[in-house]
T-cell receptor
Framework: EPEVTQTPSHQVTQMGQEVILRCVPISNHLYFYWYRQILGQKVEFLVS????????KSEIFDDQFSVERPDGSNFTLKIRSTKLEDSAMYFC?????????????FGPGTRLTVL | AQSVAQPEDQVNVAEGNPLTVKCTYS??????LFWYVQYPNRGLQFLLK??????LVKGSYGFEAEFNKSQTSFHLKKPSALVSDSALYFCAVRDRYSSGSARQLTFGSGTQLTVLP
């Protein structure tokens, strides 16, 4: 069964540094998402992406964040200048159609620790 | 705005007993509801969803969920719990009215299920 993969599983960085989190979605998915989960809190939507454009983004997704699909397989989330409060588990997800009835499939997550 | 509530942070049940993990929702219009499970060091795994039709939805690993429109609930159930069912369970709703072509999930806070041997 195809799976969403994410690398690295754990990233430790210093405050102010740039990080790139990588995801390889399921090959026939067309819509892609990033979510994050701060320890002990809810899973929160960050951004959705389709046809090489951002479709929706939340208030969390400010100018420090960016996403791209550089080579047709990887889907990346970049944080330009990390803050302590960016420490969280980041999940990538994808689905076929982006419709409300469709099922999103998630990766295992990257735990980001900002020191 | 849509929202999901999971009123119990922790549910403990003995192996072999039935289990229920509660979820209530608030949306404008008809809801599309999902349950996901998270095992330690793993991602969110899809269990089941309600879109329309039969109020009792069957999913993976023997789980089922009952949609109740009048009570705005979507409780997850299993007739006989296994120790291996111990995990973190998330209820989520997907908005059919948001703008944009890719609609986000809104999650509840999660319920830690522990099945005791």
């Amino acid at each position: 069964e195809p799976e969403v993969t994410q690398t690295p599983s754990h990233q430790v960085t210093q405050m102010g540094q740039e990080v790139i989190l990588r995801c390889v979605p399921i090959s026939n998915h067309l819509y892609f998402y990033w979510y994050r989960q701060i320890l002990g809190q809810k899973v929160e939507f960050l951004v959705s992406f389709y046809n090489n454009e951002i479709s929706e983004k939340s208030e969390i997704f400010d100018d420090q964040f960016s996403v791209e699909r550089p080579d047709g397989s990887n889907f990346t989330l970049k944080i330009r200048s990390t803050k302590l409060e960016d420490s969280a588990m980041y999940f990538c997800a994808g689905d076929l159609s982006g419709l409300s009835t469709d099922t999103q499939y998630f990766g295992p997550g990257t735990r980001l620790t900002v020191l | 705005a849509q929202s999901v509530a999971q009123p119990e942070d922790q549910v403990n049940v003995a192996e072999g007993n039935p289990l229920t993990v509660k979820c209530t929702y608030s949306v404008s219009g008809n809801p599309y509801l999902f349950w996901y499970v998270q095992y330690p060091n793993r991602g969110l795994q899809f269990l089941l969803k309600y879109i329309t039709g039969d109020n009792l939805v069957k999913g993976s690993y023997g789980f089922e969920a009952e949609f109740n429109k009048s009570q705005t609930s979507f409780h997850l159930k299993k007739p006989s719990a296994l120790v291996s069912d111990s995990a973190l369970y998330f209820c989520a709703v997907r908005d059919r009215y948001s703008s944009g072509s890719a609609r986000q999930l809104t999650f509840g806070s999660g319920t830690q299920l522990t099945v005791l041997p």
